[in-house]
């Protein structure tokens, strides 16, 4: 069983708007007020782990140890089975430049890579979210997403974020960036961690 949330604040422990916002809609409705770390100043820990659990871990922690709230981190990636994962868990470490971050260019080195090993299409991929609801006891909780689908090549679309053009989900024909936020969160690997999220902490006991 999981330990349940009964405070009423949060801490999402994100200097992401993007992040933090989505995760403050998607608790709302369970009257959860939430705060994020850049609105604490809290520093932003060194993210040194491989996995998504252990990144989620290091942020929840030390976000939760640093306010005295329950914190909750996000923790997410994309791999490619061709590329034995890769970029996973540097996913957002692949986009770095000086200027800031290009996921144009690390779409492409994706797409490069696979192109080197002569990969076999369809190139399959997945999108990854690991959610870590900490304590500041120590205790916490994993929550981890998955969606499942294949890459294309050029990417297509101006919606979402990071390798949505790239991206087409199972049994769909456009990529994450060519459909509406809405589509895409009815069914991601955000949306499906933050369902488990839900039903083992924040709903209620009724049956
Ligand atoms: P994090 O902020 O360390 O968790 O990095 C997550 C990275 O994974 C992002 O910068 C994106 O590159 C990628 N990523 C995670 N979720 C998505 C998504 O829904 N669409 C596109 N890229 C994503």
Not at 140 to 151: A, N, P, Q, W, Y
Not at 190 to 197: G, N, Q, S, T
Request: glycine letters at 10%; hydrophobic letters at 40%; proline letters at 6%.
């Amino acid at each position: 069983m999981a330990r349940r949330f009964e405070g009423e604040k949060l801490l999402v422990a994100s200097h992401n708007a993007g992040k933090v916002r989505e995760i403050g809609e998607l608790l709302a409705p369970y009257g959860i007020e939430t705060v994020s770390a850049a609105d604490l100043d809290l520093p932003a820990p060194e993210e040194t782990e491989s996995t998504f659990e252990g990144n989620a871990r290091i942020k929840a922690h030390a976000a939760a140890k640093a306010s005295g709230l329950p914190a909750l981190s996000d923790d997410s990636g994309f791999s490619v089975a061709a590329l034995d994962g890769a970029p996973g868990v540097y996913a957002a470490d692949w986009a770095e430049t000086p200027q800031g971050r290009d996921f144009g260019m690390a779409m492409q080195r994706v797409w490069d890579e696979c192109e080197a090993k002569s990969a076999p299409e369809p190139r399959t991929a997945a999108f990854h979210c690991c959610l870590c609801l900490a304590w500041p006891d120590g205790h916490d909780e994993i929550f981890m997403g998955t969606v499942s689908g294949s890459i294309t090549w050029p990417p297509r679309g101006a919606l979402g974020f990071g390798y949505d053009p790239m991206f087409v989900r199972a049994g769909e024909t456009r990529t994450f960036g060519e459909i509406s936020a809405q589509e895409k969160h009815a069914d991601s690997h955000r949306a499906r961690a933050f369902a488990l999220l839900v039903d083992a902490v924040f709903k209620g006991d009724e049956a």
